[in-house]
């Protein structure tokens, strides 16, 4: 005997819609059999009663194990309806011609419509003349905001962007996606929108206090460097006197370097580091950079080299200072962490079938854990060894040079042995065309 629960289930399947035809079949099977009873023809009519009795039993499995299946997707359907209607974040779905077909309470929320001004119209460009549609207008076109930041490759799905909406105040980053049947065809598209507003109030907020507190410090430290600097070389003053002053000196240059890198962080996160790109020759700006770097050389015992790699004169279209601090900070790292007398190379070499040059930056030192290799472009992330090598230090060099690198259209990585050397790798491209025409924002 079936169990109570099983028994319960296979009565409300058979109740179900797609049981009709089944009953159907049932009814006039029966129909024939009764009629058989009271007519001639007894033979040749339990014959098709047979047939159709067949029959019913086929059209009943079949029915039923349809009704199973549409009850399983329905039920699924509605958990998805459920999970979707309670997301914090808006969903909307459209069809290729910008139907709407999903907007749950969220995007109610986020942008002051209900569901049933929204569902089933048509959302074209020419509606963000409406006020009240103005906002769901340019989240759906991107093209028509006031501020967008793109945050994925183009031609990639999802697409990922920033809005910032001046009136009213919002922020929000929205990811678009493509609904694609089995067979590969375009049904149309979905949007998950975050509302970031609250959160970038937040990190601005943090941003501003880091900022105000960076530039405060860094007058009187600019001050108290250049004085202990001249105490330091003062010859009036005694070796021991001298020696404090040098010291002092090289903490407050310390100092100023992490105060001037919390400066930059904050600027280019906030997309506001303010890129200026000229057009100068690659070979001198590095022969400079290496010419200034020469001076930390002596004092640790290093050798520097540059290999140009058949380049006599390489034109880039780069911001000097800018690409200086990113130069400067891998140059700094192969210093501070290298084996005595040990040495480090910039080298250039051309990407194959590439508009760009790959620039090396090599060095004879401690490595990289292979464990803390994925994290070492983090922020504020400095690798165990390191740490251990020179105990001061921000971790936000290698964050810096990062994005200075990928605002300048190229890519940064690294390669490294722990116990006998890295090597920095970044490229630039040597078209103009493919540098990043406005500022990226990290918040």
Not at 140 to 160: C, W, Y
Not at 224 to 243: H, M, P, Q
Not at 250 to 267: H, Q, R
């Amino acid at each position: 005997m079936l169990p109570p629960k099983d028994l319960k289930s296979i009565i409300y399947k058979a109740k179900l819609p797609e049981m009709v035809v089944a009953w159907m079949f049932w009814c006039v099977a029966l129909s024939v059999a009764l009629i058989a009873l009271f007519t001639d023809g007894v033979v040749e009519t339990s014959g098709i009663s047979l047939i159709m009795f067949v029959f019913g039993l086929f059209f009943s499995y079949k029915s039923y194990k349809l009704a199973t299946k549409n009850l399983d997707k329905n039920i699924s359907y509605g958990r998805l309806e459920s999970i979707v209607t309670n997301l914090e974040d808006a969903v909307i779905a459209y069809d290729n011609n910008f139907k709407i077909l999903l907007f749950n309470s969220s995007a109610e929320r986020i942008f002051k419509l209900t569901k049933p001004q929204v569902v089933g119209q048509i959302i074209g460009p020419e509606r963000a003349s409406e006020p009240t549609l103005r906002l769901l207008t340019q989240t759906l076109f991107p093209s028509l905001a006031p501020a967008v930041v793109t945050q994925s490759e183009p031609d990639q799905f999802p697409q990922i962007v920033d809005i910032t909406f001046t009136n009213p105040q919002k922020e929000i980053r929205v990811s678009t996606d493509r609904i694609i049947d089995k067979d590969g065809v375009l049904l149309g598209f979905v949007k998950v929108v975050k509302d970031r507003t609250r959160e970038i109030q937040l990190i601005k907020s943090k941003s501003d206090f880091i900022s105000v507190a960076a530039h405060q410090l860094r007058t009187p430290l600019t001050a108290i460097n250049w004085t202990l600097e001249g105490l330091s070389r003062n010859e009036k003053l005694n070796e021991a006197d001298r020696t404090l002053a040098q010291n002092g000196f090289t903490a407050a240059t310390n100092l100023l370097k992490t105060v001037n890198d919390l400066l930059n962080t904050t600027e280019i996160e906030e997309g506001r580091f303010g890129y200026e790109h000229k057009t100068m020759d690659f070979i001198k700006f590095i022969e400079e950079i290496l010419a200034n770097a020469q001076v930390v050389a002596k004092k640790y015992g290093l050798k520097l080299y540059f290999d140009k790699g058949g380049y006599e004169k390489l034109e880039v279209n780069i911001d000097a200072s800018k690409l200086g601090i990113a130069l400067s900070n891998l140059l700094d790292n192969g210093m501070k962490y290298n084996s005595k007398e040990g040495s480090v190379t910039v080298a250039l070499r051309p990407v194959k079938d590439k508009p760009y040059v790959q620039v090396s930056v090599k060095d004879t030192g401690v490595g990289i854990s292979p464990s803390e290799i994925e994290n070492i472009f983090g922020k504020f992330f400095r690798a165990s060894n390191a740490r251990k090598i020179k105990a001061d230090g921000s971790g936000l060099g290698l964050y810096i040079t990062k994005n200075i690198i990928e605002q300048h259209g190229g890519s940064i990585w690294v390669e490294s042995t722990l116990g006998r050397g890295t090597t920095f790798y970044f490229t630039l491209p040597t078209d103009p065309n493919l540098i990043p025409k406005a500022e990226m924002r990290f918040i």
